[in-house]
């Protein structure tokens, strides 16, 4: 991996670490919050940059290969496995790191399942129908969507 790659995978992996351990808001200007909630808030904001930065720790062991990392087993099963399932199986020992890699392996990769919707949406409005209300399209799509036993037939036949 050359070092423009590597700067991107890092600043992809800090993102998905900030959404994972978002930051307390802050208190709103012109309010003043009482002792508990500066408490409260203080500890929120500790807990979250700990957790932070654990999980920017524990990235560390990934990439080095120590730990529960450093078993070959870990590598050739990995070749096997979802990325999904290699984290909740092999992220026990790095519990932060563990969250942020299901996170990131949860994200849809495909623009699939948008272009289904769009494919449904040409089907009920195409030029024929394109002057139908967007409430009676809306209706139509989620007869047409979730009528997987029946046949499609948003129409009858004249």
Do not use: C
Request: glycine share 6%; aromatic share 12%.
């Amino acid at each position: 991996m050359d070092q423009h790659q590597d700067h991107e995978t890092m600043v992809a992996f800090t993102r998905f670490v900030e959404k994972t351990y978002p930051m307390p808001p802050a208190f709103a200007q012109g309010y003043s919050p009482t002792e508990d909630e500066k408490k409260a808030y203080n500890v929120a904001r500790t807990e979250a940059l700990a957790k932070r930065s654990a999980a920017e720790t524990q990235l560390l062991e990934y990439k080095l290969k120590r730990g529960v990392f450093s078993r070959e087993t870990v590598w050739e099963t990995a070749k096997i496995i979802s990325a999904a399932d290699f984290w909740y199986l092999y992220g026990y020992g790095v519990k932060e790191l563990q969250l942020v890699g299901m996170r990131a392996t949860a994200q849809v990769a495909g623009a699939g399942s948008s272009e289904r919707g769009h494919k449904l949406m040409n089907f009920v409005e195409d030029i024929n129908r394109n002057q139908l209300l967007w409430s009676n399209v809306e209706k139509r799509m989620y007869v047409a969507w979730n009528s997987n036993r029946f046949p499609l037939r948003l129409f009858p036949k004249k």
